[in-house]
């Protein structure tokens, strides 16, 4: 863009070369006309608010900017204070959308309106009967695996001592064997 300006404003001072006696290099006051006879034409550059010397001289040093494939190039400046979140929201920003005066629903209102009855918490209890039948629902599921864990042992201990008194009483007839066999006067075995 900035190129493409300053290739025109080049052909256009190319042009017209300035007439012999006028400087060019200051401006043209408003108030000050130039003179021109009858069969002389008005100097163009002589109205311009622009040095054409100095765009000259500008056009003839290498640009800044080198542009490569074609691609282009916009650069911005922008001159002013850097704005807060104040300017851009306001200074209420901070008391949010509802006012605090009566007759505004507050967020559990609006729950209450929008959340069917099924859906919500406990729906067939209050929130404190609810944690009143969470609280008991978990007080007995603990008694219930501990009564479990202690009929667990509870059997387990019975099948020890059953075998304990099996394995005695396998004992007992074994010794009363060996009583027998040495009564009858069989060699011991």
């Given at each position: 863009m900035i190129f493409l300006l300053s290739v025109l404003l080049s052909a256009s001072v190319a042009a017209v070369p300035p007439?012999?006696?006028?400087?060019?290099?200051?401006?043209?006051?408003?108030?000050?006309?130039?003179?021109t006879s009858q069969d002389e034409?008005?100097?163009?550059?002589?109205?311009?608010?622009?040095?054409?010397?100095?765009?000259?001289?500008?056009l003839s040093r290498p640009p800044a900017v080198r542009l490569e494939d074609n691609r282009f190039v916009f650069r911005v400046e922008v001159i002013g204070r850097k704005l807060t979140i104040e300017?851009?929201?306001?200074?209420?920003?901070?008391?949010?959308p509802m006012p605090a005066v009566a007759g505004g629903f507050t967020h559990q209102e609006f729950l209450d309106l929008v959340t069917p009855k099924d859906v919500q918490g406990y729906a067939a209890f209050t929130n404190g009967e609810g944690?009143?039948?969470?609280?008991?629902?978990?007080a007995t599921?603990?008694?219930?695996?501990?009564?479990?864990?202690?009929?667990?042992?509870?059997?387990?201990?019975?099948?020890?001592?059953?075998?304990?008194?099996?394995?005695?009483?396998?004992?007992?007839a074994l010794a009363e064997l060996e009583?027998?066999?040495?009564?009858?006067?069989?060699?011991p075995k």
């Open positions: 007439q012999s006696g006028q400087s060019t290099s200051a401006p043209a006051s408003p108030d000050a006309s130039p003179q034409s008005p100097d163009p550059s002589a109205s311009l608010p622009v040095s054409l010397d100095r765009i000259k001289q500008s300017d851009i929201l306001g200074p209420d920003y901070l008391k949010g944690l009143t039948v969470a609280a008991t629902s978990f599921s603990f008694a219930l695996q501990a009564l479990q864990k202690a009929i667990h042992k509870f059997q387990d201990a019975k099948q020890e001592r059953d075998r304990e008194a099996a394995r005695k009483e396998v004992q007992d009583k027998a066999r040495v009564k009858a006067g069989l060699p």
